[in-house]
C-alpha cells in the first residue's frame, strides 16, 4: 500500500516552492522537438528531457540537482537562465516571471543569474584575454565600477585565487582548474544573486576538484550566493549543497535536506546512486548494500507509463505501470523530504561519511 500522505490540493514539488524563494521553478517542461522531412521538417515527435519538475532556491542556498547522465539536468539548468526556451510551466526569479522573457529585456534578473559551465576549455573565448573576458560582461551590463573595469577584474582575479598581474593572458595559458576559476570570476563580475553550477568540477582532475569546491563554498558564504549545483556526483553535492533534488528521466524523484536524503532516502533510485558512493569507514567495513541498477536509462522520448524508474525498478509492482506517483511528502517523513513513489523505502542507510576536500590553495 502507498503510503503517502493525502494532501489533495499538493502539487508536485510545491512545498519545495514558497514566496521567500530566490528562484521558483513550478512544473517545468523543456520538450526538443524531433523533426522529418526535408522540406516541411514535421514534428514527428519530441525529446522530454525535462518533463514537469517544481523546485525553489532560498537566496543564500545551494540546491543540489543529481542524477545519471541524460536525466535532464543541464537541460533544467539552461533553461532556468534562459538559455533555452521553456516548453511549459514557470520560471521566477527574484519575485519576476521571467520564463518567456526577451533577453534584452531581463536585464537584472541576467545580472543577478549566472551560469557556470562544465567544460573550462570550450566555455572561455580562446582569443580573448582573462581580462577582457571577465570585462566583457560588465561593459555589457553598463556597470562601471569605482576604480575602473581593469581594477575589478584584476579584484576578481585575486577573489578566485588566481595572479592577478595574469590579466593579459590568454586561456590557453593555464590548466583546468585555472581556467574554471576564470569561468568563475566571469560569473561574480557582475554581483550574482544567484549561480547555475553546471557540473562545474566534472571536467577537472580528481586532486584539483576539491581546490574548486571549497572556492565556490567560500565564495557561497562571503558573498551570499545561492547555488543551484548540478552533478552526478553525490559525494561533491553532499559536501556542497544544503539540499538535493534527485531527477530521473525529465523528473523530480525525491527532494530532501542532505541529511535526511543521505541517511534516509525513500525512492529507490536515491537508494540505487547512495549504494554506489564509496564509504569512508573507519573498520574499512562496508554497511551498505550495493544495488546494482539492470538495464539503461529508457528514452526520453518515449518514456515509460506510471513511474519512470518502474523499467529498473526491483519493488515495482502493476500499480507503478498505472498511475505516476506524485512527489509528496510521506508519513512521518522530515519537513520538506518529498519522494515519488508507490512503495517508497523506509529503512534507514548508515550515510557515507564524505570526507570534506582538504582546504588546499590555488594551483
Ligand atoms: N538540443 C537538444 N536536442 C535534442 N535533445 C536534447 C538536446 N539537448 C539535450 N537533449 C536530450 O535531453 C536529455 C537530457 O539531456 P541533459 O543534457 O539535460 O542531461 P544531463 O542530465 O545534464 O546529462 P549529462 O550529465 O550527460 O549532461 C538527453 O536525452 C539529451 O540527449
Not at 582569443?127 to 575589478?152: A, D, F, Q, S, W
Request: charged share 20%; hydrophobic share 35%; aromatic share 6%.
Amino acid at each position: 500500500m502507498s503510503t503517502t500522505k493525502n494532501i489533495p490540493a499538493q502539487k508536485a514539488g510545491e512545498s519545495s516552492v514558497s514566496s521567500q524563494n530566490l528562484l521558483e521553478v513550478e512544473n517545468l517542461e523543456v520538450h526538443f522537438p524531433i523533426r522529418q522531412g526535408i522540406v516541411f521538417q514535421r514534428q514527428v515527435g519530441a525529446v522530454r528531457a525535462v518533463d514537469g519538475i517544481s523546485f525553489g532556491v532560498k537566496p543564500g542556498e545551494s540546491l543540489g540537482l543529481v542524477g545519471e547522465s541524460g536525466c535532464g539536468k543541464s537541460t533544467t539548468g539552461r533553461a532556468v537562465t534562459r538559455l533555452l526556451e521553456p516548453t511549459g510551466g514557470t520560471v521566477r526569479f527574484d519575485g519576476e516571471d521571467i520564463t518567456h522573457k526577451k533577453v534584452a529585456s531581463m536585464r537584472t534578473a541576467r545580472q543577478n543569474l549566472q551560469m557556470i559551465f562544465q567544460d573550462p576549455y570550450s566555455s572561455l573565448n580562446p582569443r580573448h584575454t582573462v581580462g577582457t573576458i571577465i570585462e566583457t560582461p560588465m561593459k555589457l551590463n553598463g556597470i562601471n565600477p569605482e576604480g575602473g573595469h581593469k581594477r575589478r577584474a584584476q579584484e576578481l582575479l585575486e577573489i578566485v585565487g588566481l595572479n592577478p598581474e595574469h590579466y593579459n593572458r590568454y586561456p590557453n595559458e593555464f590548466s583546468g582548474g585555472q581556467r574554471q576559476r576564470i569561468g568563475i570570476a566571469r560569473a561574480l563580475a557582475l554581483k550574482p544573486k544567484l549561480i547555475v553550477a553546471d557540473e562545474p568540477v566534472s571536467a577537472l582532475d580528481v586532486s584539483i576538484q576539491a581546490q574548486v569546491v571549497n572556492l565556490l563554498q567560500d565564495l557561497q558564504r562571503e558573498f551570499g550566493l545561492a547555488f543551484l549545483f548540478i552533478a552526478h556526483d553525490l559525494a561533491v553535492v553532499r559536501h556542497f549543497s544544503e539540499r538535493v533534488a534527485v531527477m530521473y528521466l525529465g523528473k523530480i524523484v525525491e527532494i530532501a535536506d542532505r541529511e535526511t536524503l543521505y541517511s534516509r532516502p525513500q525512492h529507490p533510485y536515491t537508494h540505487a546512486l547512495l549504494s554506489a558512493v564509496p564509504e569512508v569507514d573507519p573498520d574499512g567495513a562496508s554497511n551498505r548494500e550495493r544495488i546494482r541498477l539492470t538495464g539503461d536509462v529508457p528514452s526520453p522520448i518515449n518514456p515509460p507509463s506510471g513511474c519512470r524508474f518502474r523499467t529498473r525498478c526491483w519493488k515495482a509492482q502493476d500499480i507503478c505501470a498505472s498511475q505516476e506517483p506524485p512527489l509528496v511528502q510521506l508519513i512521518g517523513s522530515a519537513d520538506g523530504h518529498q519522494a515519488a513513489c508507490h512503495f517508497p523505502e523506509v529503512k534507514q542507510v548508515v550515510a557515507a561519511e564524505v570526507t570534506p576536500p582538504a582546504p588546499a590553495s590555488a594551483e
